[in-house]
């Protein structure tokens, strides 16, 4: 029998921390060549532009390859497919590959992909990890509101879920080999606890529980699983597999995003201010992406999860570069006017235009 490369698929919600999870990886990749597929929901290749950072000898920067057309559980076919098979193609075969899901990517169909022909032969998963952003869990941001929902079920009783981010939270477990209960630096033994019990209980089946901070655990413990997931993924379907079992389309209609481009802004703090604002008035889900700060000789990246934002300064700045952040939000939420709104209230902040 032919070897197959392994593969693993880091999933989880957006900010879950699975690009800092990778970066370790990279980091302690034992002599490994990883191979790294990258999809991220909004225009701005922050992911790419963070790992390509810590290229090195475990991964080279043409092993590297972004999806950007989408998430990537609905771009299979004309995405991850062809890119997948480029990837086989190549002379020198990576000993390992690691495809980072978009936090609004449904798992199942990537993993189901592996048993197509031409793909099966060659790669098996490995494993699928999901990492939890546990103080969120912890939180209730993924719970749904129990009063809303019996209303709306009185309203509509053919109605599936109704809290889509409790939805992907739930179907993310669900197609795990392994669950890390992330930003477990964030929340108490108490918290921890509570999270532990909600995915165990959404899982519904024994799997490993393990928590982290910062990403940190070694590469041994997060590739090596030989799970063979391709072979189990279906017994372990989404919602929406479970409720259009007719082959009706998963789309992300719950979800939208824009850009937002900037010159320079005034300072770190008053960009952290209005972001603050911005994100608690129309509930941003994420927002991340690189500024250039009045009289900083390095470009900021800007990381936002919830109302919690993380900078720090990473790079020298580029002659002429301006400020750009992705917005993720619920759809409903980021209408025409919220998008104005927004753009408006960052643009108070610029302070020259980018050359
Ligand atoms: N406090 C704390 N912050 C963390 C931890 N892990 C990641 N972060 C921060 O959370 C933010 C999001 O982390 P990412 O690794 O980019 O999350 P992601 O899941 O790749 O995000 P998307 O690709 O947008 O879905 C960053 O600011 C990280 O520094 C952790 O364990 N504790």
């Known amino acids: 029998m032919?070897?197959?490369?392994?593969a693993t698929v880091i999933t989880g919600f957006l900010g879950a921390g699975k690009t800092t999870l990778i970066r370790n990886l990279l980091a302690?990749?034992?002599?490994?060549?990883?191979?790294?597929?990258?999809?991220?929901?909004?225009?701005?290749?922050?992911?790419?532009?963070?790992?390509?950072?810590?290229?090195?000898?475990?991964?080279?920067?043409?092993?590297?390859?972004?999806l950007t057309n989408g998430c990537i559980c609905c771009t299979v076919a004309?995405?991850?497919?062809?890119?997948?098979?480029?990837?086989?193609?190549?002379?020198?075969?990576?000993?390992?590959?690691?495809i980072e899901t978009s936090g609004l990517a449904l798992p199942q169909p990537l993993v189901a992909a592996f048993n197509w022909p031409g793909i099966r032969e060659r790669v098996t998963v490995d494993g699928v990890v999901t990492v939890i952003d546990t103080a969120a869990v912890a939180a209730g941001r993924f719970a749904d509101d129990e009063a809303r929902v019996a209303a709306q079920r009185a309203a509509d009783d053919s109605l599936d879920h109704d809290n889509p981010l409790e939805e992907l939270f739930e179907d993310q477990i669900r197609a795990a080999d392994l669950v890390i209960l992330n930003k477990a630096d964030l929340v108490d033994e108490a918290a921890l606890d509570g999270v532990r019990t909600q995915v165990e209980r959404e899982a519904g089946r024994k799997l490993p529980i393990l928590t982290a901070e910062?990403?940190?655990?070694?590469?041994?413990?997060?590739?090596?699983?030989?799970?063979?997931?391709?072979?189990?993924i279906a017994g372990r379907r989404s919602h929406h597999e479970i409720h259009h079992a007719d082959g009706h389309e998963h789309d992300h209609e719950d979800f939208d995003s824009f850009l937002v481009e900037l010159g320079s802004v005034?300072?770190?703090?008053?960009?952290?201010?209005?972001?603050?604002?911005?994100?608690?008035?129309?509930?941003?889900?994420?927002?991340?992406?690189?500024?250039?700060?009045?009289?900083?000789?390095?470009?900021?990246?800007?990381?936002?999860?919830?109302?919690?934002?993380?900078?720090?300064?990473?790079?020298?700045?580029?002659?002429?570069?301006?400020?750009?952040l992705v917005?993720?939000?619920?759809?409903?939420?980021?209408?025409?006017?919220?998008r104005k709104a927004i753009t408006a209230h960052l643009e108070t902040l610029t302070i020259c235009a980018a050359a």
């Open 266 to 324: 005034a300072s770190r703090e008053a960009l952290e201010d209005a972001l603050r604002t911005v994100i608690a008035q129309y509930d941003i889900l994420r927002l991340k992406g690189f500024a250039s700060i009045k009289g900083k000789p390095m470009r900021l990246q800007v990381q936002a999860v919830g109302n919690r934002i993380d900078s720090y300064f990473d790079r020298p700045a580029a002659q002429g570069e301006g400020t750009r």
């Open 2 to 6: 032919t070897h197959k490369i392994p």
């Open 28 to 66: 302690d990749a034992g002599g490994r060549r990883i191979a790294l597929i990258i999809n991220e929901f909004g225009d701005l290749g922050v992911d790419g532009d963070v790992l390509r950072a810590c290229a090195g000898t475990a991964c080279r920067e043409e092993d590297i390859v972004e």
């Open 214 to 232: 910062g990403g940190k655990l070694p590469a041994d413990v997060l590739i090596g699983l030989q799970a063979g997931t391709e072979q189990l």
């Open 78 to 98: 004309d995405d991850f497919i062809p890119t997948m098979t480029k990837l086989l193609e190549r002379d020198e075969k990576p000993d390992h590959i690691v």
């Open 327 to 338: 917005v993720i939000g619920l759809h409903d939420r980021l209408d025409d006017a919220a």
